[in-house]
């Protein structure tokens, strides 16, 4: 299966697409750095990322004439800065906002699918009109927008359409699926909430939803409180663990007389994802790429760091200050420090081997802005299921028209 990325920054989910069975005929990244970072890991071989055809540049200048035609999937998480809480929350008023533009390659790729991540505020109150024509733009990326035609007569028209039944419209549509996702609730050791717009092709007939979580907080609850599995495991005596939160108390106990689905694993920790990951502060040899220590981590409100012994906080796309404030662990002493970024790159899910070009506060950007590979892969990998098994079904039904006419 053929797929197109866009806005692949540093490769995250990019990777995933690639890890789901998918070949990249082009992969779009305006930043230098990120391409550097790309660069750097081609040159060095790494399998996932070798043989992808890197473009630096804008999407909008790419030569999109130059893709053959039978693409399955094109993917991306466009800039998130027009809608991040921590952004300046313009949305269409943003320069930086390049929805438009992915509905623009959608349109004359005409793919079976798309995946498209973004953050979280997308779905804020204040963006909800926007939101909505992001959503129909996608459904109907024919009904262009016309000369001198504001967003919101656009939206109207839009809407129009919606109205009326995809049905009835003749030109490209897709079904579109929105859904907002903890990435804890699929394995990734850090608590990040993002939006994922999957959509399909309408001529497909598919029907599909998002892929059901695999882990829970409740089954990291019982695991720590109730059987004691996860201390046992990470091989800490009961005089050593930390006591029961007692904003906690009443849920465990609920948790003691229910039943957990056995298909749910605990939520992964901070101290699961980098229990073999020695302290950077020692000086001990050591094999782990990109694994430093960066000193200046201090706690202060609304910047508390994030505990080993639940997934990470969101991890912000920055260094020091505000961004890169909750980039921290919290020791068991209740001192902290900065991730590494080795340390950052397994919360994000990225293998050991991929490293990362620049300072340590222009990979803590990368990492910040990245899907987590494992999160990525996992939709991938849905979205790749349901287009073989449409291939097949449309086969079969081939196969048995030609026997009836026979």
């Not at 230098?32 to 399998?47: F, K, L, M, S, V």
């Not at 809480?85 to 793919?111: C, N, Q, Y």
């Not at 802005?369 to 790749?384: F, I």
């Amino acid at each position: 299966m053929k797929a197109v990325e866009l806005y692949a920054g540093a490769g995250g989910l990019a990777m995933g697409v690639s890890l789901a069975g998918f070949e990249s005929q082009a992969v779009v990244e305006w930043d230098r750095w990120a391409c550097d970072t790309i660069r750097e890991n081609q040159r060095r071989g790494y399998p996932a990322v070798q043989d992808w055809p890197l473009w630096g540049g804008d999407v909008r200048e790419f030569d999109w004439g130059s893709i053959s035609e039978g693409i399955d999937l094109v993917a991306g998480g466009p800039p998130c800065q027009p809608f991040s809480m921590g952004g300046r929350h313009k949305s269409f008023g943003d320069k930086r906002d390049m929805f438009p533009a992915t509905v623009e390659v959608i349109r004359r790729l005409r793919p079976k699918s798309f995946i498209i991540e973004n953050v979280k505020g997308l779905t804020r109150a204040s963006f909800a009109s926007y939101y909505q024509y992001i959503l129909l733009q996608l459904e109907f990326p024919e009904v262009i927008r016309r000369d001198g035609e504001t967003w919101l007569r656009h939206l109207k028209r839009l809407q129009e359409e919606k109205t009326s039944g995809a049905a009835h419209f003749s030109g490209l549509t897709y079904n579109v699926l929105p859904s907002l996702v903890n990435a804890a609730d699929y394995g990734v050791p850090q608590k990040r909430e993002r939006v994922f717009i999957v959509g399909f092709r309408s001529d497909l007939g598919v029907e599909w939803s998002f892929p059901r979580q695999t882990h829970s907080f409740d089954a990291l609850l019982r695991s720590q409180w109730i059987t004691g599995n996860y201390w046992d495991l990470h091989k800490i005596a009961k005089k050593n663990r930390p006591a029961m939160p007692a904003r906690m108390e009443g849920r465990i106990r609920r948790l003691d007389a229910e039943l957990i689905p056995l298909e749910e694993k605990p939520w992964r920790t901070v101290r699961d994802a980098l229990k073999d990951v020695p302290d950077p502060r020692r000086k001990q040899k050591h094999t782990f790429l990109n694994h430093r220590f960066q000193d200046g981590a201090r706690i202060y409100p609304g910047h508390t760091g994030s505990p080993l012994d639940l997934p990470a906080k969101t991890l912000k796309a920055g260094g020091h200050g505000v961004p890169g404030g909750e980039n921290m662990m919290v020791r068991e002493d209740g001192s902290v420090r900065y991730f590494t970024v080795r340390e950052s790159a397994r919360l994000q899910t990225f293998p050991d081997g991929y490293v990362f070009h620049g300072s340590w506060s222009e990979t803590m950007r990368q990492l910040g802005n990245a899907v987590p590979v494992a999160l990525g892969r996992q939709v991938a990998a849905s979205v790749a299921e349901q287009l073989a098994e449409t291939e097949i079904k449309a086969l079969v039904n081939q196969r048995l028209r030609i026997r009836n006419r026979a």
